[in-house]
């Protein structure tokens, strides 16, 4: 970690998840469930920032969880990110959850795999070299139909995400790459920081206009149905 002062929020999942770094120190909150008040992730976050010495002032960046995952978590994410950044004229690092999720995960190639209602999934698939790399995406994050989608490539998988237990299909069709199944692995902040600490230092940051929410399109159920 960079000696950088920022604070990263994740709330894609059922869990609200917050953490603040300064001078390569870390102070991380969470909380079930994620749907709060925006208030209340301010009062977190600068209860986090003052454990560090530091006040919302002293910010060099936020970053955020910008899904796939839950459309009431990811606004919640997003429009903290924003106002931060706006407020203290700062960028923002917009990273995927799947990223987030598979960074705590530990080394291995991650086939992640989310319930995404009305009979879709989302899937992401990332790469994980050691212990503490930032993960490789090795395919964009998509909406699938998980009665139907097989993820590529031919190597083995650890299986990540509620969507494993959700779609026996799913299971049944990579039966044989699967080396395991965590459904109940949760990202948290203090990966995203991890990612969003390099992304910072790289320059891929983006303005607070465009820290936007992933939202991955139309169920590719329903447009077989259409």
């Known amino acids: 970690m960079s000696e950088s002062c920022a604070l990263a929020v994740e709330a894609s999942s059922e869990r609200l998840s917050l953490a603040a770094c300064r001078g390569g ?97 989302h899937a992401g698939l990332y790469r994980v070299e050691a212990e503490r790399d930032v993960p490789v995406a090795l395919m964009a994050d998509a909406l699938v139909d998980p009665a139907l989608y097989l993820f590529p490539g031919n190597q083995p998988l650890i299986a990540l995400g509620g969507g494993w237990q959700a779609f026996a299909a799913m299971r049944e069709r990579h039966a044989a790459r699967l080396l395991g199944l965590r459904a109940d692995c949760l990202p948290s902040a203090r990966d995203l920081l991890r990612i969003a600490d390099q992304d910072f230092r790289a320059g891929r940051t983006v303005a607070p206009a465009d820290a936007l929410p992933e939202y991955l399109g139309q169920s590719p159920v329903s447009r077989l149905g259409s």
Do not use: K, N, W
């Open 25 to 121: 120190r870390v102070e991380s909150f969470s909380a079930m469930p994620a749907r709060t008040a925006t208030a209340a992730i301010y009062e977190h976050a600068a209860e986090l920032l003052v454990r560090l010495g530091a006040g919302f002032a002293d910010l060099d960046y936020v970053a955020f969880g910008c899904g796939p995952g839950s459309f009431t978590g990811l606004r919640l994410a997003a429009a903290a990110a924003q106002s931060l950044a706006y407020a203290g004229g700062i960028p923002v690092c917009r990273v995927s959850s799947f990223a987030v999720l598979a960074a705590g995960a530990g080394p291995g190639v991650h086939a992640i795999c989310q319930d995404a209602r009305m009979g879709a999934a």
